[in-house]
């Protein structure tokens, strides 16, 4: 809820100072009370930094203005350019950010779960679920299918070279093998009355205490009233 | 009672049966071992006996498949879950993928059967102790030996407490105290009323627990009768099933000229 607020806060807030105080004053305080706050911002620069570069060389040089700064061959790079993007820039931090605390300090098992409790379908918690932990089973059985291959003379290691020859004797097997396998799960889940409709009743319970209801209610007020205040235009968007 | 009358089935795509008029009856309370070389049609048998074919697998079955005396056709593979499992040979392939550990792991049948928490607690925690799982509880199911994941996918089956359970070669990756465990298991469980039909290479374990036994060839039973009876058939080895180790080894004291007494080795057909 917190990272849905703090995202939309930044996308209707225009200018620098309502995304940078998302930023400032609520994803960091708590990336750094949740101890995350060095992973949370490398991971978001990594995150932001392919689509700060065209923001920036699209916005920069393509942008009207009348203040000219520099120019490029044919194009100019013009000052409302320049900050439109630092604008758009900060504003995708923002978001990036508030996300990425959610990424970093959310369960993902716990997160789908609680969705369940919730009212969530079991089928889709399943196969949110399923999709969580089929990465680490994948990477298992890519690493006892290499080591197969190894056994059987494969040169996996070494130069770069080698090293991409040596996927592709991985990725056929790892895909198949996968492929046969599901018609054994699916039953083998059917057995255990996965089809079963209805609701089921879960053994995990997440806690929630009191005061983070009330925090998600004011949340949802600060929604509303952003959504609101963007809408009658007393906040003002990007330039 | 779990019954097969006249079941011949056929995959989709296939123009030949797998099985062909197979008929079998299995009480409650009596565990019936399945033999049979590789190809004639065990798997398929159980397939066919749980529902699952061809109700999920799709292709053609004649014949009838009746469950405490309901009919199973055209029932929906939820309803067969609720009275018969069956628990297939790669334990690979039976792990739920959602489970953090493998108590949650055993707990998502009876959870899926929409039982109450205290229920599927306690639920869990008999099929646990009925294998001697308990050491595992908090134990990642992607962090488990291949015995015991096989363990813990009959487990998971157990916790649904089914009337009928059927188990494709269920000890294929267990070593002698696993499989020591499941027949444990087994006859703790036939003793409950639960009947059981187990797919085995392994004569051994079918010689322990097994009341019955059926020899399946080409998709045809060709030897249905008491443990004893079929175990020590000449046939059993022309059809490319080995028996348990004492009848080897009465065969081999016999054909070495020693006479046997049957005090001696207890239990062996004299």
């Avoid at chain 1, 993902?108 to 089928?123: H, I, K, N, Q, T």
């Avoid at chain 2, 008999?126 to 595992?136: C, I």
């Amino acid at each position: 809820m917190a990272a849905t607020v703090q995202s939309i806060g930044a996308f209707v807030i225009g200018g620098y100072a309502g995304p940078l105080a998302i930023i400032l004053l609520t994803v960091l305080p708590a990336a750094i009370v949740a101890g995350v706050a060095g992973r949370l911002i490398r991971i978001s620069f990594l995150l932001t930094l392919p689509i700060a570069i065209s923001v920036v060389l699209v916005s920069v040089f393509t942008r009207a203005g009348t203040t000219v700064l520099f120019s490029v061959g044919p194009f100019d790079a013009t000052a409302e350019g320049v900050n439109f993007a630092g604008q758009t820039l900060v504003r995708l931090f923002a978001i990036s950010t508030s996300i990425g605390l959610f990424g970093l300090t959310t369960n993902p098992r716990a997160f789908v779960l609680d969705l369940e409790r919730r009212g969530l379908s079991p089928r889709f918690a399943f196969v949110a679920l399923a999709t969580l932990e089929a990465v680490p089973a994948m990477v298992e059985r890519a690493t006892v299918i290499q080591a197969a291959q190894r056994a059987r003379g494969l040169d996996t290691e070494g130069s770069l070279r080698a090293r991409l020859r040596g996927i592709l004797p991985l990725v056929g097997p790892v895909i198949l093998s996968s492929l046969t396998e599901v018609e054994e799960r699916s039953l083998a889940l059917e057995v255990r009355a996965f089809g079963r409709p209805g609701r089921r009743h879960l053994l995990w319970t997440i806690p929630d205490s009191r005061t983070q209801f009330v925090v998600r209610l004011a949340l949802v007020v600060v929604f509303v009233a952003l959504v609101a205040l963007r809408a009658s235009g007393s906040i003002a968007g990007l330039p | 009672m779990l019954e097969l009358r006249a079941a011949t089935y056929r995959y989709a795509g296939y123009a030949k049966a797998v099985l062909h008029a197979i008929d079998l009856t299995i009480g409650d309370g009596e565990i019936v071992g399945l033999v049979g070389p590789n190809e004639s049609g065990k798997s398929t048998l159980c397939l066919v006996a749980s529902g699952l074919a061809p109700a999920s697998v799709g292709g053609q079955l004649s014949g009838t498949l009746t469950i405490d005396g309901e009919s199973m056709a055209g029932r929906r593979t939820h309803e067969l879950a609720e009275r018969v499992v069956v628990c297939f040979q790669n334990p690979n392939t039976q792990r739920s993928g959602v489970a953090a550990t493998v108590f949650e792991e055993v707990a998502i049948g009876p959870m899926n059967l929409g039982l109450e928490v205290p229920e599927v607690l306690a639920r869990t925690r008999e099929a646990m102790a009925l294998l001697r799982l308990e050491h595992l509880v908090e134990r990642d199911p992607l962090r488990l030996s291949g015995g015991q994941s096989q363990l813990v996918a009959i487990a998971s089956l157990l916790a649904m407490r089914p009337r009928h359970i059927i188990l494709d070669e269920p000890t294929a990756q267990l070593d002698p105290a696993g499989t020591r465990l499941v027949g444990e298991a087994l006859r703790t469980l036939a003793e409950r009323g639960t009947s059981l039909l187990i797919a085995e290479h392994k004569t051994d374990l079918l010689d322990e627990v097994c009341s019955r036994i059926v020899a399946l060839d080409a998709g045809r039973i060709v030897m249905d009768g008491s443990t004893r009876d079929v175990l020590t058939d000449d046939r059993l080895v022309t059809i490319g099933v080995e028996p348990p180790a004492r009848e080897r080894l009465r065969r081999s004291l016999v054909a070495a000229g020693v006479d046997i007494e049957p005090a001696v080795l207890a239990g062996l057909p004299a």
